[in-house]
């Protein structure tokens, strides 16, 4: 009965309501869960050594593709949820919220071996240079540690969000952001473990927030986690693979262009690799918030897709796309008129005011073409839960893969520095021209099933 209550809900309430009740709290998940690398970020800037700084951005790209794996399993097995839940399908819903969770805990573990085994190597492929090593190494060294915690709670989270439950995903990820804040300064300055601190730090908030969320899962009528339910077969393999593949080609190139970013940067010093990690953070902040407001969509779009309601559909996408770029224009132009005091907020060394200068021009940079990224974002997750794998994937590559990677190699060697600093904006416009055609398409038929059942 619960359940029949839960799929009236999500079926029958006006969607602009629905989706702001779903979007408060995974637009909380999705800032914790970027502040986990933003308090570290900011904790060790205020050691006033701009390697430490760069130390950290280096293993961005290893945090990227541990979440890369979490969001592939956790929107591969969350998608399938909302679509069969929606279809009134509960078995499977069960099976597959199993084999998401256990599949992602061992992917987890075999990161952590592969990344503890390969551990130099990996530092030096991130693009360290020979000043940042010691500090990228110490960090990763801890970080490692956490990727099974981390993965498995993504899957939770977004399979407790997909269920319309964003209330629960969000306590526990919550948990976990707020211990990470309170322990990063204890164990930096308070034990004095510097950089190795803000990963063990961030590595037992990952554990315990774990934790809470797997409890959770457990409570109201979510769906349990049972190892009985793990039924990795061709077929649920093949539906998690079709659901998260766009999330794992976005995450994953996520990383690449991050490794191609500080590659590039590397020449003109590790002032430039701190000044584009911290612009990368500052910037992740308002990508994150659009995309926890898009979650709140996804839920919606999964269960009226799979009722048949293309209607509802349709106008819970217009709804996301015109408050995602309210927002994001508003963030634009905050960051725009204040780049050099965001910027100096996680550098506070005063023998460097490259960094400042360096990542003032390219946050104002950055930040003209981002409001446009609402229409990319939400046409993305709609194409992903309807299980458009094909433009979906698409769409996930454009951004970051298919074109910043390459305006992030070609750029500075016509305009040096400057050419790093425009790449991320140069590849926005250039996915916008190219989303626009896809999802109109999308929508039209979606509009022609509407006419044909009237």
């Known amino acids: 009965m619960q359940t029949d209550s839960k799929l009236e809900r999500m079926t029958k309430e006006p969607v602009e309501k629905l989706i702001t009740s779903l979007a408060v709290p995974t637009i909380l998940s999705m800032l914790i869960t970027t502040l986990y690398n933003m308090a570290d970020t900011y904790f060790v800037g205020q050691l006033q050594n701009t390697s430490a700084t760069g130390g950290v951005g280096v293993i961005m790209p290893l945090m990227a ?10 929107h591969g097995s969350g998608n399938f949820l909302s679509r069969s839940l929606g279809s009134g399908n509960k078995d499977e819903a069960e099976k597959m919220a199993s084999t998401g969770f256990f599949c992602a805990l061992i992917c987890g573990l075999l990161i952590t071996v592969i990344g503890t085994l390969f551990l130099d190597s990996i530092v030096w492929l991130l693009g360290a240079t020979e000043t940042i090593f010691p500090y990228a190494e110490a960090y990763m060294r801890i970080i490692v540690f956490g990727a099974p915690f981390m993965m498995a709670s993504l899957v939770l989270n977004n399979q407790l969000r997909f269920q319309g439950s964003a209330t ?3 306590v526990g990820i919550m948990s976990g952001g707020v211990l990470n804040m309170i322990l990063d300064p204890i164990f930096i300055f308070g034990f004095e473990m510097g950089i190795a601190g803000a990963a063990l730090a961030t590595t037992v908030s990952q554990a315990i927030g ?5 409890f959770m899962s457990r409570r109201g009528e979510n769906i349990r986690i049972k190892l009985s339910n793990f039924k990795p077969s061709a077929y649920f393999l093949k539906e998690m693979f079709g659901g998260g593949l766009p999330s794992l080609l976005r995450q994953g190139l996520n990383s690449v262009a991050v490794v191609a970013l500080n590659t590039m940067a590397r020449p003109s010093g590790d002032a430039a690799i701190a000044a584009m990690s911290i ?9 994150s918030t659009t995309i926890g407001f898009g979650q709140g969509f996804q839920p919606v779009c999964g269960f009226n897709y799979g009722a048949k309601l293309y209607d509802r ?3 819970s996408f217009w709804f996301s796309v015109k408050v995602s770029f309210c927002f994001l224009t508003v963030m634009a132009i905050g960051a725009f008129l204040f780049a050099p005091q965001l910027v100096s907020l996680f550098h506070s060394d005063p023998n460097d005011t490259s960094v400042i200068a360096i990542g003032a021009t390219a946050l104002r940079a950055q930040v003209i073409a981002l409001p446009l990224m609402s229409w990319v974002f939400m046409s993305n997750m709609m194409l992903q839960t309807i299980k458009r794998t094909l433009p979906a994937s698409f769409l996930a590559m454009s951004r970051q893969g298919l074109f910043f990677i390459p305006a992030v190699l070609i750029l500075p060697h016509f305009l040096d520095l400057f050419g790093i600093q425009i790449a991320q904006s140069v590849a926005d416009v250039i996915a916008v021209l190219c989303a626009v055609p896809i999802q109109i398409k999308v929508l039209k038929e979606f509009k022609a099933l509407i006419q044909k059942s009237e």
């Not at 774990?210 to 797997?214: D, T």
């Not at 612009?279 to 990508?287: K, N, P, Q, W």
């Open 65 to 74: 593709i541990i979440q890369a794996f979490g969001f592939f399993f956790g």
């Open 168 to 170: 629960y995903a969000m």
């Open 210 to 214: 774990f934790l809470i969320l797997l």
């Open 279 to 287: 612009v990368s953070r500052i910037t992740m902040f308002a990508v």
């Open 313 to 315: 559909v349709i106008k």
